[in-house]
């Protein structure tokens, strides 16, 4: 079975500061890979997603993700956060053909003005 | 459009009591459906998913059970509830087949005391 590692659970950082997630999982075979995001009092939404072809995806609000298959990570990056980027955001990976989806541990993002 | 619903938001429950959380989808047929669980700190934890009409599958052993009676309903039940079931309960859907991104609902929050 597939399992996600989120490091870093608690991230603060100023405007404008530079951000990067990290997601590892163990799975040896193909995955479609996800990075969601909860902003407070919001449903849980999807932010990017990889399934194949160009290993660096963007996704909304700036936000882009790469995916490096020789290390098993699929790290989030933005490069100049705003305060309204404050809210969780959650790896997640699903084997190919499977149906079910592996979340990793979620990293809670503040951001201060 | 496709819209997941999921009520009640919020439900406060003495132990030993029932349960029954609702979870429709609208504007899609034949979703593959799923329940987590969501603590803070700890990711989503997958309880079940089903694949299509009365077609369950379980994936911890715990004091809950899940149905589907109808293709875009799912319900999540407990004969007795213990302490441990209080938490944030997600509704999710996803086209049927493996892989494909998985859509949130709302979310209940349960409180058993």
């Known amino acids: 079975a597939q399992s996600v590692s989120q490091h870093n659970h608690h991230v603060i950082l100023s405007e404008a500061a530079s951000l990067e997630l990290g997601c590892n999982y163990s799975?040896?075979?193909?995955?479609?890979l996800f990075w969601y995001v909860q902003y407070p009092g919001q449903h849980l939404q999807l932010l990017l997603k990889?399934?194949?072809?160009?290993?660096l995806v963007k996704g909304i609000k700036g936000f882009e993700a790469e995916f490096i298959k020789s290390k098993f990570s699929f790290n989030l990056r933005k490069p100049s956060v705003q305060w309204s980027d404050t809210a969780e955001y959650f790896c997640?990976?699903?084997?190919?053909?499977?149906?079910?989806?592996?979340f990793g541990k979620g990293n809670q993002v503040v951001v201060i003005p | 459009s496709q819209t997941i619903h999921q009520w009640p938001a919020t439900l406060v429950q003495p132990v030993g009591s029932p349960l029954s959380l609702e979870c429709t989808v609208e504007?899609?047929?034949?979703?593959?459906l799923y329940w987590y669980r969501q603590a803070a700190g700890r990711g989503l934890q997958l309880l079940f998913y089903?694949?299509?009409?009365d077609q369950i599958s379980s994936e911890v052993p715990q004091n809950l059970s899940a149905s589907r009676p109808q293709d875009r309903q799912f319900i999540l039940s407990s004969k007795k509830l213990l302490l441990s079931d209080s938490g944030f309960y997600l509704c999710?859907?996803?086209?049927w087949g493996g892989g494909n991104e998985q859509f949130f609902g709302p979310g209940t929050r349960l409180t058993v005391l």
């Open positions: 999710a859907w996803s086209v």
């Open positions: 799975y040896g075979g193909t995955v479609n």
């Open positions: 990889y399934f194949s072809g160009d290993p």
């Open positions: 997640a990976v699903n084997a190919r053909g499977n149906n079910r989806l592996a």
């Open positions: 504007g899609t047929s034949n979703p593959n």
């Open positions: 089903s694949i299509g009409i």
